[in-house]
């Protein structure tokens, strides 16, 4: 597992994402582009990966339409924002 640059870790908007099992490097690297993310921890118990976004979305609903962008994938199981810093 790489370790995210400082960049990645700063403050920001962050989504709990879970992915199909089997889902290879090329197609998760395709999820992310199309929703402007990126991996900064995981995965996690349970398989979840923490996403953070890059830019990061300017406003709620800009973060509504990036989880939404992610919930529309198919190989997006489940995905909802970090509220209020709760990891």
Known sequence: RRRPSSS???AGPRA???FEPDLT?????T????A????????????VYT???SPPPASPAALARRI???RANPAV?????????VR
């Open 8 to 10: 990645e870790t700063s």
């Open 16 to 18: 709990r994402v879970l």
């Open 25 to 29: 490097v090329g197609a998760l690297q």
């Open 31 to 34: 999820v992310l582009q199309g």
């Open 36 to 47: 402007g993310a990126h991996i900064i921890d995981g995965p996690a118990d349970g398989d």
């Open 51 to 53: 996403l953070g976004f």
């Open 68 to 70: 939404g962008a992610l």
């Open 77 to 85: 199981l489940f995905a909802e924002p970090v509220q209020n810093g």
